[in-house]
Structures are given as structure tokens and as C-alpha cells.
């Protein structure tokens, strides 16, 4: 048993937990038994997702597990291979986009929780080629939002289930230097197709708490890094271009600001906030800390110096190389996750140092997982992006 001031998770046997609660001075301690979920993951075999499928079979072993995930480029079945032979998960590949589909598994798996990670989830893909984002995170969301509702009404509207909708700060738009970091009331103001659709998914959430009363909850998170990251992105596609010997391309000045949190951070809020959140809210996840995007770089060329054996190129910022920048492209992201703190007791846990000496052990780790994604498509992504 430990106890962290806020929260003590007794373990009595494994269908069933105790959870002590401190929320605040002005509030007595609860006790709650937990029952076990039964929870739909779609885009399991993401990056996020994939992470949030291991927290959660790791925390909740007796609890069933049901992946959705249509594989696209970014989807992969090796970010779940660790997880083979566990018995309470099923992968099932789809799309979410596929009614009938998805109808039948809320109802043969009999399930209580939807976590939607599923997306088109790069702002650069979105400028090449924006349909397929309006396709999955506008109507694939409306998809499982009808559905569930349709299947949550049959089952007699309980209130214990949950639709978990993982979003993110872009919807926000960008900010100057001295603005005040993004609330859960900041006026949305997407810039890029990927933020207008997730932006259009999360008003179509919202919608259905207010209208159906469907018990819905969002999460709007702040730039992820870690295991399993696919490397169109930042951090990865530095990592692995530093391994290669391949220019490092920072986009325009490499001033824009992001707020980084390791995405093991990312998972623990989503299970505080599907466990404790209220229904129809949005909890901001930050990770308190806003970087430059060259700093980032700087502080990756000297971790990888000193952590990767026999780099083709040394030191690793000779490789830095700044490039076009991407059109529209926002200036600073920066989340304000009090209300998670105060209300939920959320904190992050991992400082920036320790989440990219840790990203950077696993890629050095895992050789063979980024290099089979290296692929012809990869390749020529990047011509188109950086050519
Ligand atoms: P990702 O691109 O790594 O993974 C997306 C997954 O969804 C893939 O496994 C893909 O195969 C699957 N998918 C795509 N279209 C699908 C469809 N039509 N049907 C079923 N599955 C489909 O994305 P990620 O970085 O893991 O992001 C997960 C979620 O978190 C997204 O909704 C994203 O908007 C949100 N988010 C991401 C970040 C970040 O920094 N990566 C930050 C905040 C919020
Ligand atoms: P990214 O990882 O694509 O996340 P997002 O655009 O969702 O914030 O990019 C993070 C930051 O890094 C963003 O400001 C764009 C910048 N960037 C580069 O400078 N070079 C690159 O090659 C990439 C992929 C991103």
C-alpha cells in the first residue's frame, strides 16, 4: 500500500479495488469498490493507444480489453506483440468508420467504456491530404457516438458507462509568448485541417452529453513523446535520423514552442479522468513543459551523444539543418491542466530529461520495430514533406 497524499489504491483481490479518495480539505475521504471494465480501445495499435492498451492490462488485469484499429500506416500489431496470449484482450482489426462493425462489438463484447484514440493524427499528412482526417475523426467519432448511444439506450442508460474522448490543445489555435497557457474555457480556434477535424469531433462529444445525456467525457493533451511513437513525428524522426547520420530538418526559425509529456504521464490521466471525471466535462492535460523546438533538438543531439554508441555523425547537432517551414504553422502550444490537479489529483510525474533519456533507451532498444517502418511509403512521405 503506498500513499501519495491524495489517493491510496488497496488492492483486496484482483476483480475488485479499494480507492480511498482525499479530494480536498473541504471533502471527507470515500471508499469506492471498483468494478471490473470492460472497455473498447480504438486505435489500439497507435502510438498513445498502444501505450494506453499496456497501462491498462498491466493495472487492470481482470478488466477485457477490446482493440479496434484499422492498421493504417501508423496503426502496427508489433506495439501490442508484448501482449500476446493475455487472455482478457482481442484485437480486432476495422475501421471505426464501420457501423455494422462496431454495433456488434459493443454488444458480443458487452462493453461499458469506450476509450477513442482512434485519428489521422499528423497536422504535415493533413496539409498533403485532409479528407482522410474529415473521414476518421469527424465521422468515425460520429459513427461510435451513434452507436454507442443507440446500444447505451438499450442497455437501459447506465451510468457507470463511459465514452473517453482523447483529444488535443491544437484546437486551441496558437499562442503569442505572453498568453496565458490553454483552459478548459479557452474559445476553440483550430489552424490546421488535423485540428479543425479533431476540433469538429469534440464539439459532435460535447453535443451528445447535452443533448442525449450520454455520460462523455474529453481530454484535450498536449504534445506526447515516448515507446511506440511513429517517426513522421518530432522526437522520433530526430532520434532515428541522428542514428542514420541524416540532417536533422527544424522547420523555419525553430522558435515555436510545444508543451511535452511522456505518454505514460498522458495514460495515467486518462485513467484518473475515466474513473473519477464527471460526465459532459473536458480536462486539460499538460505536461509543464513549454521547450523550443531547437532547444529540443540541442538537448536530443546531446543525450544521443552520450547515450548512442558509434553515431555515424559527432557531435549530433552538425546534423541540425533548418528547413521551409510548414504552412500555417502555430507559433506556441502551452495547457493549463489545474483543474485536473484540483479536482482529479493529476500530476505529471516524469520531468522532460528523464521521459527522453527513456524514449531514447527504448529506441536504442528496438532496433528492428523503427526500422520496419522505414518503409517505401515512409520514404516517399518524406521526399513530398522535405524534398
Ligand atoms: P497515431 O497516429 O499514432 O495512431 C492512430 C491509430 O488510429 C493508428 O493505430 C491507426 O491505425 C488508427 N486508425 C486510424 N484511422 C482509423 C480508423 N478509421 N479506424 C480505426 N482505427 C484507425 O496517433 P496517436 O499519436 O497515438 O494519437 C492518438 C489520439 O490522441 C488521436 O486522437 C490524437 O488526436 C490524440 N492526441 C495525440 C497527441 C500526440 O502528441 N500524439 C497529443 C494529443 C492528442
Ligand atoms: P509534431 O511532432 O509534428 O507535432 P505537432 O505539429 O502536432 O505539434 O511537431 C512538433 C513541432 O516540431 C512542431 O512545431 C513542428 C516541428 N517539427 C520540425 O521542426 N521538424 C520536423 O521534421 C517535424 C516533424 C516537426
Redesign the pocket.
Known amino acids: 500500500m503506498f500513499w501519495n497524499g491524495k489517493t491510496t489504491e488497496v488492492s483486496i483481490n484482483p476483480d475488485a479495488k479499494l480507492f480511498l479518495m482525499h479530494m480536498s480539505d473541504a471533502q471527507q475521504p470515500s471508499i469506492q469498490l471498483r468494478q471490473p471494465r470492460r472497455i473498447l480501445v ?9 501505450n494506453f492498451v499496456h497501462h491498462w492490462c498491466r493495472t487492470y488485469p481482470r478488466d477485457r480489453v477490446v482493440v ?9 500489431r508489433q506495439n501490442l506483440s508484448d501482449l500476446e496470449g493475455v487472455a482478457n484482450l482481442r484485437f480486432v482489426q ?4 464501420d457501423r455494422e462493425l462496431v454495433d456488434r462489438l459493443l454488444r458480443e463484447e458487452a462493453l461499458d467504456t469506450i476509450a ?7 497536422v504535415d499528412r493533413s496539409i498533403l491530404g485532409p479528407g482522410a482526417f474529415i ?3 469527424v465521422v ?1 467519432t460520429f459513427t461510435l457516438l451513434e452507436s454507442f448511444r443507440q446500444y447505451w439506450v438499450a442497455e437501459g442508460s447506465p451510468d457507470s458507462y463511459r465514452f473517453l474522448h ?5 484546437v486551441f489555435g496558437s499562442l503569442a509568448a505572453e498568453d496565458p497557457a490553454f483552459t478548459e474555457t479557452t474559445p476553440y480556434a483550430p489552424n490546421s485541417p ?1 485540428s479543425a477535424s ?1 476540433a469538429g469531433s469534440d464539439h459532435l462529444v460535447r453535443a451528445y452529453f447535452h443533448t442525449y445525456g450520454m455520460p462523455t467525457l474529453i481530454t ?6 515516448g515507446p511506440y ?2 517517426p513522421e ?1 518530432l522526437i522520433p524522426l530526430m532520434i532515428i535520423n541522428i542514428l542514420l547520420g541524416k540532417p536533422l530538418p527544424v522547420y523555419g526559425d525553430g522558435q515555436n514552442i510545444r508543451d511535452w509529456l511522456f505518454v505514460e504521464d ?1 495514460c495515467s490521466a486518462l485513467d484518473v479522468v475515466i474513473h473519477r471525471g464527471q460526465p459532459g466535462e473536458t480536462y486539460n492535460v499538460g505536461g509543464n513543459n513549454e521547450v523550443k523546438n531547437i532547444d529540443l533538438v540541442y538537448r536530443l543531439c546531446q543525450l544521443m551523444d552520450e547515450l548512442a554508441p558509434d553515431l555515424p555523425v559527432q557531435p549530433a547537432e552538425n546534423l541540425i539543418t533548418f528547413v521551409k517551414d510548414r504552412p500555417g504553422h502555430d507559433r506556441r502550444y502551452a495547457i493549463d491542466s489545474t483543474r485536473l490537479k484540483n479536482e482529479l489529483g493529476w500530476v505529471p510525474k516524469t520531468s522532460l530529461d528523464e521521459g527522453l533519456r527513456k524514449t531514447i533507451e527504448w529506441y536504442l532498444a528496438h532496433p528492428s520495430w523503427w526500422r520496419s517502418l522505414l518503409s517505401q511509403e515512409y520514404q516517399a512521405y518524406y521526399e513530398k514533406v522535405y524534398a
Open positions: 480504438t486505435g489500439g495499435a497507435g502510438f498513445i493507444g498502444s479496434l484499429d484499422a492498421l493504417t500506416y501508423a496503426g502496427n476495422g475501421d471505426i468508420c477513442h484514440f482512434a485519428a489521422e493524427s499528423h473521414q476518421t475523426n468515425g482523447v483529444s488535443t490543445d491544437e488535423y479533431k484535450n493533451c498536449s504534445n506526447n513523446y511513437h511513429y513525428k498522458h
